[in-house]
């Protein structure tokens, strides 16, 4: 083999546009056309997408372009469909306090609670049906006796029609209690 076969070739002439580099030393050399492909260069050429299709500028396929548009739909999209899919008008409606009670007909007048009002007073009790069988609202008056000191015949007096009702287990009796006098 001859030495010609070894040298290397000869570096190309300097491309038009490409500045020198300063290396560490102070002297300069020129850039590589190797170092410029690996730059970006803005693309001239034309793609058929959506935003020429519709006459818009380029600049609108820029990431942060697009990810405002997709977040504008999507709120769009929330707030639509909380208009047309969300919920009922009426808010539910919350039972508070006692349930479970069995009306008394002979109360006509809202009146308080026993316990919340002064012992003379006329108020009305509540006693619950803790046996597992039916029970009248009169068998629940010895306990309104014991509990408010009055007598039975004027318990009895007040609640004539609630006497004979059939209270059923774990229902709640409204017994009216008449005002001392």
Do not use: W
């Amino acid at each position: 083999m001859t030495e010609q076969n070894f040298r290397t070739p000869p570096i190309p002439p300097q491309a038009p546009g490409i500045p020198p580099i300063k290396t560490s030393s102070g002297t300069t050399t020129q850039a590589s056309p190797q170092a410029v492909v690996n730059s970006v260069t803005p693309n001239t050429s034309f793609e058929r997408n959506f935003a020429t299709d519709l006459g818009l500028p380029s600049s609108i396929l820029q990431t942060k372009v697009m990810s405002g548009i997709f977040g504008g739909i999507l709120i769009l999209g929330m707030i639509l469909g909380g208009i047309f899919f969300g919920g009922s008008s009426s808010a539910p409606v919350q039972n508070s306090g006692l349930q479970g009670i069995i009306k008394n007909p002979d109360i006509t007048t809202r009146m308080r609670r026993c316990g919340t009002t002064d012992n003379t007073s006329a108020c009305i009790l509540y006693i619950v049906n803790h046996t597992r069988y039916d029970r009248l609202a009169e068998s629940f008056f010895d306990d309104a006796v014991k509990l408010t000191g009055r007598q039975k015949y004027l318990i009895s007096i007040e609640n004539p029609q609630y006497a004979k009702m059939k209270i059923p287990p774990g229902y709640f009796v409204e017994v009216k209690i008449p005002a001392l006098k």
